[in-house]
């Protein structure tokens, strides 16, 4: 059945409608400071199963569960030091932990039935409150058809879900624009699995983490597999300029006698401008139905890395065969 899809504003009225319908068991577009999510209760089976289809995602990628405080979230999983060193520092914000699941009145389905859990405590003030007043944690992934670019604003979740759900409420353009990343804590060695806003040498200040790829021995979650966050446009990315018919994703200034179809995610290569707009700049690109998008070369440390992360997932195609 087609719904009418409709964007409303952040209103007390309509957190109020938001609230009731969630504990009813809708599924609701929300926004996060990542990226937007697609959000329902936690223990509910009908709605869980609901999102994987208004996702199209397959059954065996596990969801984010969302609380509304660091001792909630803690307590719905075995934690040690790590655990609690890592929520108190991070939470609220764009952190994931994977754990040993404790509580069982969570859906089994968004656990993809195995006995680990990814939690966190969103900083987005519209989602807090919602899960504050709702009292029941969210499940949300992000809130894009399976494979596709992760949506950063209202209108963007309405791309992508028109007619699926019926309310995305509008936060406005998403603060970090990349989605959180993803701490393995389920063995002795701690593992990143997937790079976001807070990078590999800031964790490195509390805790060693790992981050090699074939030291890892976890299943390939979605947003690890090599061709996620795909736009339809074939992507060529390192780029030095771009080809004849080719759009221009810049870091740094457009060239002023450019003639084709450009955009810069920052002007003065900031990176933390660049994640912001990655999302926003690749879906508008992905519109102008170019022979492809060349994105120039950006830098591999800091929110770097997540952001040529991401890029290398976009572009990937079995052609090219990148590893
Ligand atoms: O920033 C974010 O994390 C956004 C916002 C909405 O919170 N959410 C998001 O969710 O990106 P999603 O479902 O698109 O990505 C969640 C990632 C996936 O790679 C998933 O496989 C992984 O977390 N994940 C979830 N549960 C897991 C588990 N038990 N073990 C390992 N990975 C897990
Ligand atoms: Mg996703």
Known sequence: MKLKTIIKKNNSKNIKEVVARLKAGEVIGLPTETVYGLAGRYDNKNTIENIYKIKNRPKSNPLIIHYSNINDALNDIHIDS??????????????????????????????????????????????????????????????NRYGKISPTSANDVYEELNGKISIILDGGHSLIGLEST???????????????????????????????????????????????????????????????????LAFGAIPKNFKGIALTLSEKKCLKESAKNLYKMLRYLDKKKCSGIAVQKIPKFGLGIAINDRLKRAAFSDRTNVK
């Open 182 to 248: 993803v701490i393995d804590l389920t063995g002795k060695k701690t593992k990143l699995i997937r790079h976001g806003a807070i990078n590999k040498t800031e964790l490195n200040s509390i805790i060693p983490v790992n981050d090699k790829k074939e030291k890892l021995k976890v299943f390939i979650s979605p947003g690890l597999s090599n061709s996620h966050y795909k736009p339809d446009t074939s992507l060529r990315i390192n780029a030095l300029r771009p080809k004849k018919n080719e759009a221009w």
């Open 82 to 143: 790590r655990a609690r060193d890592l929520a108190n520092k991070y939470w609220p914000g764009p952190l994931t932990l994977v754990a040993k699941v404790k509580n069982k009145s969570i859906c089994k389905s968004a656990l993809s039935k195995m006995n680990t859990i990814a939690v966190r405590v969103p900083s987005n003030i519209i989602f807090l409150n919602i899960l504050s007043k709702l009292k029941i944690p969210l499940a949300a992934p992000s809130a």
